[in-house]
């Protein structure tokens, strides 16, 4: 790991398990408390479901799953955050969510040959705020432009 600095951006940080993560704040749409998913068969594991949303539907994520961490039972302080990916609005779920970071200098990883195959294609960087180690989500890797 090591690489290229990336200054001067703003993220927003989440919580999964006890590991913190970051998208890009510019595309974060709303924060909305955790609701009803509505499941839809055959999809990928991580994709939770949808739910309505602004008189559209939202797809919704559960990264939990995409990275392998353990299970947990939506609570209280569960979120859904909504970001804007590729012109769609795709839905997040956050054990909770935690700040704003206005501005961060993170390194970029270097990704392994088989990157494609594995879950480091959609990891953009890494930042490191105070005492948390942040990894920060491409969040397009996760939705392919159509």
């Known amino acids: 790991m090591g ?7 703003q993220l927003f940080v989440f919580k999964l398990d006890d590991k913190y993560f970051g998208i890009d704040l510019e595309s974060v ?3 909305i408390p955790y609701r009803k998913i509505t499941k839809i ?5 991580y994709i939770e479901g949808i739910i309505p949303l ?3 539907i939202c797809t919704v994520f559960n990264l939990r799953k995409k990275f392998n961490l353990p299970a947990r039972e939506a609570d209280e302080s569960t979120r859904i955050v909504i970001a804007n ?4 609005m795709i839905g997040i779920i956050a054990d909770n ?4 970071v206005r501005e961060y200098d993170g390194k970029t990883v270097v990704a392994h040959e088989n990157a494609e195959e594995s879950d480091e294609r959609y990891i953009k960087g890494t930042a490191d705020i105070g005492e948390n180690h942040i990894t920060i989500i491409d969040l397009s890797q996760l939705v392919p432009a159509a």
């Open 97 to 100: 969510t935690n700040e704003i």
């Open 3 to 9: 690489g290229k600095k990336m200054a001067g951006h």
């Open 29 to 31: 749409d709303q924060i």
């Open 54 to 56: 602004r008189d559209n």
């Open 85 to 88: 990916v590729n012109s769609e």
């Open 41 to 45: 068969p055959n999809m990928p594991a």
